[in-house]
């Protein structure tokens, strides 16, 4: 079993600090923190090694495919929000119009018939016994006269 042997590391307060913030967000050790941003830096290194030659500063690099990478998202958020509101669309949509035509004239057709029933019910009147209409205050005026 080979042994790690030991390296003191000395470095600004400032970064020392920055990368205890990292370690304790990432919940790992400061030297595992340590670790891990050599080795993002040297598969970095590799990944741009493997890119095309670019006039460009290997900073200016990884700034403008950060960027892009943050673009990306903010494109998925969209298109996440768009997918949601055509299916809300669709959703809304599902019956034609002539399947909502037909619901109304259904339920139109319901409403008719109720209101046959209803007027079929209705007992009739005195006045619309007698072969002539007599209005009330017709008869009420016989009445005084006499």
Do not use: C, W
């Amino acid at each position: 079993m080979s042994r790690i042997a030991p390296y003191p590391l000395r470095m600004p307060p400032e970064l020392r600090e920055a990368l205890e913030e990292r370690a304790t967000k990432s919940k790992r050790s400061l030297q595992q923190e340590v670790i891990y941003h050599i080795d993002m830096s040297l598969q970095l290194e590799k990944l741009l090694a493997s890119a095309p030659p670019s006039s460009d500063d290997t900073y200016k690099r990884i700034a403008k495919a950060l960027r892009l990478e943050n673009e990306v998202k903010k494109k998925d958020k969209k298109i996440e929000e768009l997918k949601m509101q055509v299916s809300l669309l669709a959703e809304s949509t599902k019956n034609s119009d002539t399947d909502k035509f037909r619901d109304i004239d259904t339920q139109v057709k319901v409403a008719q018939e109720a209101l046959e029933k209803i007027i079929k019910n209705i007992p009739p009147r005195y006045e619309e016994l007698d072969e002539k209409p007599i209005l009330a205050r017709s008869i009420f005026l016989n009445k005084k006269g006499k």
